[in-house]
C-alpha cells in the first residue's frame, strides 16, 4: 500500500474496522472525510487518550441506558393485554391486531409508551385467541408478555 497513512479510528466504520483499530487508508480519504468527522485520527499519545475517554463516556451511556431498560423491563414484568375486536364469525378478526394496538393498549396499561419496533409480532394477529411476544427493550434486554384477543361482541353481550 504505497501513499497510504496510519489512521487511528475512533469510531466503528463499516468496511474499514472497529474503534481504536490502527488501519492504513489514502491520505485524501483520512483528511477530507474521516478526520473532518472525527470517525479518525492520526496515531498519537494523544489521539489514545482521547480514546479512551470517549471509550469511558460510551461505556457509562451504555450502562445508563442498560440501567433505565431494565427499569422499564421491572415495569413491564407479568404484562398481561387483552384487546376486544368486531369479528366476522366469532373467531376471524374483521382486520387485525398490529404493533400499533398493542402499544396503546401498553400504554393505556402500563403508562409506558413504546416504540413501534420494539414490539417483536412476526405477523399482526388475524384471528381470537392468546398469543406470546416479546418487547425489545435494547442492550440485551427482552420481556415477554401475552395478548389476548376477545371477541367484542361476546364480552359485551
Known amino acids: 500500500m504505497a501513499n497510504h497513512i496510519e489512521v487511528l479510528l475512533m469510531d466503528n466504520i463499516k468496511k474499514l474496522g472497529k474503534s481504536g483499530q490502527i488501519v492504513k487508508v489514502a491520505p485524501g480519504y483520512a483528511?477530507?472525510?474521516?478526520?473532518?468527522?472525527?470517525?479518525?485520527?492520526?496515531?498519537?499519545?494523544?489521539?489514545?487518550?482521547?480514546?479512551?475517554?470517549?471509550?469511558a463516556e460510551r461505556a457509562a451511556k451504555a450502562a445508563?441506558?442498560?440501567?433505565?431498560?431494565?427499569?422499564?423491563?421491572?415495569?413491564?414484568?407479568?404484562?398481561e393485554i387483552t384487546v376486544s375486536v368486531h369479528t366476522t364469525d366469532g373467531k376471524k378478526l374483521y382486520g387485525s391486531v398490529g404493533a400499533t394496538d398493542i402499544l396503546a393498549a401498553i400504554?393505556?396499561?402500563?403508562?409506558?409508551?413504546?416504540?413501534?419496533?420494539?414490539?417483536?409480532?412476526?405477523?399482526?394477529?388475524?384471528?381470537?385467541?392468546?398469543?406470546?411476544s416479546n418487547i425489545d427493550l435494547g442492550h440485551g434486554v427482552t420481556v415477554?408478555?401475552?395478548?389476548?384477543?376477545l371477541d367484542e361482541d361476546a364480552v359485551a353481550g
Open 31 to 55: 483528511r477530507n472525510y474521516l478526520f473532518k468527522k472525527n470517525l479518525a485520527s492520526l496515531v498519537t499519545e494523544e489521539a489514545r487518550r482521547r480514546l479512551k475517554k470517549l471509550e
Open 64 to 79: 445508563e441506558a442498560k440501567k433505565e431498560a431494565l427499569e422499564v423491563a421491572r415495569k413491564l414484568q407479568n404484562l
Open 107 to 132: 400504554e393505556a396499561n402500563r403508562g409506558i409508551k413504546l416504540e413501534r419496533s420494539q414490539i417483536d409480532l412476526a405477523d399482526n394477529l388475524r384471528e381470537i385467541g392468546e398469543y406470546e
Open 144 to 149: 415477554k408478555f401475552k395478548v389476548t384477543i
